[in-house]
């Protein structure tokens, strides 16, 4: 049987947590090596720590962390690629050689996910992208509470993190979820989740999604449809592709993340300096 690894992509509080642990009720394997559960996330994360640490030292050995909204895996020079892909061989080998059915997360994955792709890539395990978003302003505000990371800096991070995994992950069997709106009819997600994953849903499936999701777990609630066009151009233009649910028109998208690169340079956040004033 091919090694199929479904890769779950998707910005820091937008729900990847849920959908990991709801594609794990399908067989995914995350490995042994689990972040435990904090008050943030009470059900879990589902994220295996060797993958999280090792995406954060690729970050950090390229002086940048998970809030930085410039970093992208092209920057890497070739040989720091290679070494990056063989250290991300190794984590696959070590914490899920024995399975057929992976499961990888981790919010910078968005980011880097040319490094794990090229490692699944030579390893012959075929890939299956999950992406989930999350109203970006929700998220920034949720961003604001746990991290004290103002609502601009979390508009431009949740920005790149989306915009990075949709380019990436164009080219592979994908299923996009809107924490907003698929998780409220649970029965129905779990139908469509097990059809793109070749499973099918039965009660004890549901059973167990039931307890395992509630959507009082939700504390930030501004929809779509709630946002305000009192946002950069390009901003508003892809809350518009995301209400019409537009993801095929790369077209578009292409133009819309053009944009974005070009308005980075207008948001810059010195955070040491604001911290100071702050203090």
């Not at 968005?110 to 999950?130: D, S």
């Not at 009082?216 to 209400?243: R, T």
């Not at 028109?249 to 955070?271: E, H, P, T």
């Amino acid at each position: 049987m091919m090694k199929e690894c479904v890769v779950v992509l998707g910005m820091h509080r937008s729900g990847t947590s849920v959908l990991t642990g709801l594609v794990a009720l399908f067989g995914g394997y995350v490995g042994s090596d689990l972040m435990p559960p904090t008050k943030d996330n009470p059900k879990g994360y589902f994220e295996n720590n060797k993958v999280y640490l090792l995406n954060e030292k690729i970050l950090k050995e390229n002086n940048a962390s998970w809030d930085n909204y410039t970093v992208t895996a092209e920057t890497l020079s070739a040989a720091d690629l290679d070494k990056y892909v063989k250290e991300a061989k190794d984590v696959i080998t070590e914490e899920l050689k024995y399975v057929n059915h992976l499961l990888i997360k981790d919010p910078r994955l968005c980011v880097l996910f040319p490094i794990w792709e090229k490692a699944l890539n030579e390893l012959n395990i075929t890939i299956k992208v999950v992406f989930a978003f999350r109203s970006p302003v929700e998220v920034s505000h949720s961003l604001l509470k746990r991290d004290q990371i103002e609502v601009e800096k979390g508009l431009m991070i949740w920005s790149h993190y989306f915009l990075q995994a949709e380019f990436y992950s164009r080219e592979y069997a994908r299923m996009i979820v809107e924490y907003d709106n698929d998780f409220k009819n649970m029965p129905d997600f779990l139908d469509h989740l097990a059809e793109f994953l070749g499973k099918t849903s039965d009660k004890e499936i549901q059973q167990k999604a039931s307890e395992f999701y509630s959507f009082k777990l939700k504390h930030h609630d501004v929809s779509l449809d709630a946002i305000s066009s009192d946002l950069p151009q390009f901003l508003n233009d892809l809350i518009d592709l995301m209400k019409s649910k537009s993801f095929d028109d790369g077209k578009r998208l292409d133009q819309i993340r053009d944009n974005f690169s070009r308005a980075k340079s207008f948001f810059r956040f010195d955070d040491k300096k604001r911290m100071e004033e702050k203090q």
